[in-house]
């Protein structure tokens, strides 16, 4: 299958600043990408779709403008958490569609643990 | 609204034997269904799938049956191996095409398989 990368793997920071989490696809392009958090025991729940060229779509309930989604290429969305707080602590993985938009060719990352303190 | 529910936590099997992971869904509007295996840090990955005109596809040791009157499916894997042990996600999608669900998968909850050797 197709192979995402997500950078960082884990990343800890104070309360207060921001983070950025970078989703990439590594041989295929793109159009479309999800954004996913997960809490420990919980399922997987889709945060926003993102898609290249356009806004974000963003779930219901899920702020804007403290989870900003650019995806500016075909190979390349960043989540970013803005003034993260510890109740942003979480998973967080990406996926990317195959260009068929497929279910079944929607390829995960291998998700970002971050720690808020 | 947990619209995919995996009711069961756990499942404990002993190698060879089948193991059987239920999923149910209360969502009419969804028409695809996956089944994926994932690993601590991790992104899941994706074993198989099964549409809403079909109620049964086979791949390999798994076989996914799907029952859209009960709105329940199921993942069967014969014979169970240790390598097996990993948590099963099911997810469903809207998979009409053009529309704006298309490819947004709902998770359930998960469940933990172990495969006793």
């Known amino acids: 299958g197709a192979v995402v990368s997500q950078h960082p793997s884990w990343v800890i920071c104070k309360s207060g600043t921001s983070v950025k989490i970078e989703c990439r696809s590594l041989?295929?392009?793109?159009?479309?990408m999800f954004w996913y958090r997960q809490f420990p025991k919980q399922s997987l729940m889709l945060m926003a779709t993102?898609?290249?060229?356009?806004?974000?779509?963003?779930e219901q309930g899920v702020e804007k403008d403290k989870f900003l989604i650019n995806h500016a290429s075909l190979t390349l969305s960043t989540l970013t958490v803005t003034s993260a707080h510890p109740e942003d602590s979480s998973f967080y993985i990406c996926?990317?569609?195959?260009?068929?938009?497929?279910?079944?060719?929607?390829?995960f990352g291998p998700g970002t643990r971050l720690t808020v303190t | 609204d947990q619209q995919v529910k995996q009711n069961s936590p756990s499942l404990s099997v002993q190698e060879g034997r089948i193991s059987i992971l239920n999923c149910d869904y209360t969502?009419?509007?969804?028409?695809?269904f996956l089944w994926y295996k994932k690993y601590p840090a991790e992104g899941p990955t994706f074993l198989i799938s099964?549409?809403?005109?079909?109620d049964k596809n086979e791949d390999g040791r798994f076989t996914v049956f799907l029952n859209k009157s009960a709105k329940h499916l199921s993942l069967h894997i014969v014979p169970s191996q240790p390598g097996d042990s990993a948590v099963y996600f099911c997810?469903?999608?809207?998979?009409?095409?053009?529309?704006?669900?298309?490819?947004?998968?709902?998770f359930g909850q998960g469940t933990i398989l172990t495969v006793h050797p």
């Open positions: 996926s990317a569609a195959s260009p068929s938009g497929s279910p079944d060719e929607q390829y």
């Open positions: 041989d295929f392009q793109a159009t479309t």
């Open positions: 993102s898609n290249e060229g356009s806004k974000a779509t963003y």
């Open positions: 969502n009419s509007m969804f028409d695809y």
């Open positions: 099964i549409s809403s005109i079909k």
């Open positions: 997810a469903a999608s809207a998979n009409r095409a053009g529309g704006t669900s298309y490819g947004k998968l709902t």
